[in-house]
């Protein structure tokens, strides 16, 4: 739909429309109204080149486009019917937690296989450890790729599925040679169009399940649906959609907190939401409330940090990690409010 500046367009404007939109196979419909005519763009009007053209010409003053630029993530595309597969439950069918350390210290593998086990008490759905960290400061921490080992080992002690990120091709091949079930896409490799190729090329054809954080300077919905139709367009469309707090952030937390878009993420795609309270807020204290805030405003599931010793942690943990015992409570919460929130909607 075109909007022109002036409340109708001289024909010469019209017929230049024309020219433009037909290069692109489709044609414009004017719709005359009583004090301002707008144009429809008659056809697939999601070509960005054709868009780009129109909104060039100096008497257009927008243009919007109703057909979805995301051919699989949309909610009326055909693979709105897909369901995924986390462990051994379809996500949508219960309410999915992932929870574990935000990094697995390789010098301390027994603190990760007692949270393992802990978090399995807890009634988790997959189990996350950090192998390779993005850290803000060069001189940090930045993983090990030792700690993969421990993850797998995790894994086989546990039956559980695991989490990872993976920031470049060569860490998506060591996870996906060690059986990783969940690649996880970090806040700030969000808009890193070319792993996110990688991931959807390299894992096509298989189980992988992909967590998509949101970028901490994400912009329009739109910019984060369709990080995920790239992943999805190199052939997996197992994408977990998973906001974490965006920047700036609100005053005391550590982002701005985000879990509020989870509807309006459903109402544009089929992709289920997994939200990630630990680095949305940054501090156990406030994690609870943020994770059934989530699950209030209708996620599909959790990503949370805990330890069993989070002052004894690395990376997030000693200010974020939950406590066994708080993270089993809170999933207990979380999974009644998310049976009320179903029987009553
Ligand atoms: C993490 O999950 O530990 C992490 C670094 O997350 P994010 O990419 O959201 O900051
Ligand atoms: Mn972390």
Redesign the pocket.
């Given at each position: 739909m075109i909007l022109p500046k002036a409340a109708r367009l001289q024909p010469s404007q019209v017929e230049e429309l024309s020219r433009i939109v037909e290069t692109f196979g489709c044609r414009i419909q004017p719709i005359v109204g009583a004090v301002r005519t707008i144009y429809a763009i008659v056809g697939d009007e999601r070509d960005e080149l054709m868009i780009a053209r129109l909104e060039g010409l100096d008497y257009v003053d927008r243009v919007d486009t109703i057909q979805s630029p995301h051919k699989l993530m949309d909610r009326r595309s055909d693979l709105a019917s897909h369901r995924i597969r986390l462990g051994g439950v379809t996500v949508g069918e219960e309410l999915c937690v992932i929870a574990g350390q935000?990094t697995i210290d390789p010098k301390n593998p027994n603190y990760f296989y007692e949270t393992a086990a802990a978090v399995k008490e807890a009634g988790a759905t997959a189990l996350r450890g950090?192998v390779w960290k993005p850290r803000t400061n060069p001189y940090s921490y930045q993983g090990d790729s030792k700690a993969l080992d421990i993850l797998m080992e995790g894994h086989r002690r546990t039956g559980l599925p695991v989490d990872a990120e993976v920031m470049d091709e060569t860490q998506l091949q060591l996870a996906l040679d060690a059986g990783v079930h969940t690649l996880q896409v970090g806040a700030r490799n969000a808009l890193n169009y070319s792993l996110l190729r990688a991931i959807g090329k390299a894992v096509a054809h298989r189980d992988t399940v992909v967590l998509l954080k949101r970028s901490l300077h994400m912009g329009p919905i739109n910019e984060f649906i369709s990080a995920a139709e790239y992943i999805a367009a190199f052939g997996n469309p197992n994408i977990l959609l998973c906001p974490r707090g965006t920047a700036p952030a609100l005053d005391g937390y550590r982002n701005h907190p985000d879990e509020s878009i989870t509807p309006l993420l459903k109402e544009k795609t089929w992709a289920p939401v997994i939200v990630d309270p630990?680095?949305s807020v940054g501090k156990a204290t406030y994690v609870p409330a943020c994770a059934l805030a989530a699950v209030a405003y209708g996620a599909d599931g959790l990503c949370i940090?805990a330890h069993v010793e989070p002052a004894k942690g690395i990376?997030?943990d000693p200010k974020q990690a939950l406590t066994p015992e708080v993270l089993a409570k809170l999933i207990r919460q979380a999974r009644a409010l998310w049976s009320l929130r179903r029987s009553t909607s």
């Open positions: 935000c950090g630990s680095h940090e990376g997030d």
